[in-house]
């Protein structure tokens, strides 16, 4: 099976400092390719001719803020699963829970603090799960000033019986660079955990067996390497993924894009919903 992870566009309703599109969206906003469900099904019809049924990672920007999300989605489905939405969780949120299939499709939920408190977000997985939605990952992003406050939100999940997956802050924050400026006490982070994801010049199957579908139908190897890396067009009749592994020349990859899920026959509790 293949992975696809797509940015469905680089749109949001929320403004965190901490994002990676922060200031830009203005500038990525132009890259945005506003279609039908049916123009984008014409396409991702054509992909599953090709390989099969693939493994579909949907974020952006927010996913639910982008136009007849939800109908593009039970399409997709119908097709390609298992599809996993991340999602701030601040749209649509009760009609996803009734109208999408369970079976196939896992939401993930980020919470953002500068937003929405850990009590209310806790309430919304609560009403999730209640409704029969399967939940991913529950993400909150290190950002070096949400430090003092993780232990007391770890605890508070684990309270509610959710796990929390804390992920590491990439940027610079008051003159340090991150993760690199995280000390293993700050994310409970076990030894060795940078150095695992340390990939440059090793051969990677990004752009092979997985790949980045940008908002603009551009394709690229992954989100670490960016414009630097697109090979193709998802608009293109012939597009087709790389025809093997190559080298990679990025220092770190904490993100794991490139992987792909597990084989289907392996036991339930080892297919953890990815990322």
């Known amino acids: 099976m293949i992975r696809v992870t797509w940015n469905i566009h680089w749109s949001c309703n929320y403004r965190c400092s901490y994002c990676f599109f922060d200031r830009k969206w203005t500038e990525y906003a132009g890259r945005n390719a506003y279609r039908s469900a049916e123009d984008w099904m014409s396409h991702w019809r054509r992909l599953h001719e090709r390989y099969g049924r693939a493994y579909v990672v949907i974020n952006g920007g927010e996913p639910f803020a982008y136009p007849g999300f939800l109908e593009l989605l039970r399409r997709l489905s119908g097709i390609h699963w298992p599809v996993n939405v991340t999602t701030n969780g601040s749209l649509h949120l009760e009609e996803y829970a009734r109208s999408i299939d369970h079976s196939r499709v896992s939401i993930s939920l980020s919470l953002h603090p500068q937003f929405e408190d850990a009590a209310a977000f806790l309430d919304k997985v609560a009403s999730l ?17 949400f430090l003092k406050d993780l232990p007391g939100i770890v605890e508070r999940f684990r309270a509610s019986g959710e796990s929390l997956k804390v992920v590491p802050f990439i940027g610079r924050f008051r003159g340090v660079e991150y993760p690199a400026g995280y000390t293993r006490e700050d ?5 060795g955990w940078l150095e695992s994801k340390r990939r440059k010049g090793t051969l990677c199957p990004a752009g092979h067996s997985s790949a980045l579908l940008l908002p603009d139908g551009s394709v690229t190897r992954c989100g670490q390497v960016g414009d630097p890396g697109v090979f193709g067009s998802f608009f293109d009749p012939g597009f087709s993924l790389l025809p093997s592994p190559m080298p990679c020349d990025r220092e770190v990859c904490p993100c794991d894009e490139w992987k792909t899920i597990p084989d289907e026959k392996a036991p339930k509790e080892a297919r953890a919903w990815l990322p």
């Open 187 to 191: 994310l409970g982070m076990a030894q």
């Open 129 to 145: 799960r209640e409704a029969g939605a399967a939940i991913g990952c529950l993400n909150l992003v290190a950002y070096p000033p």
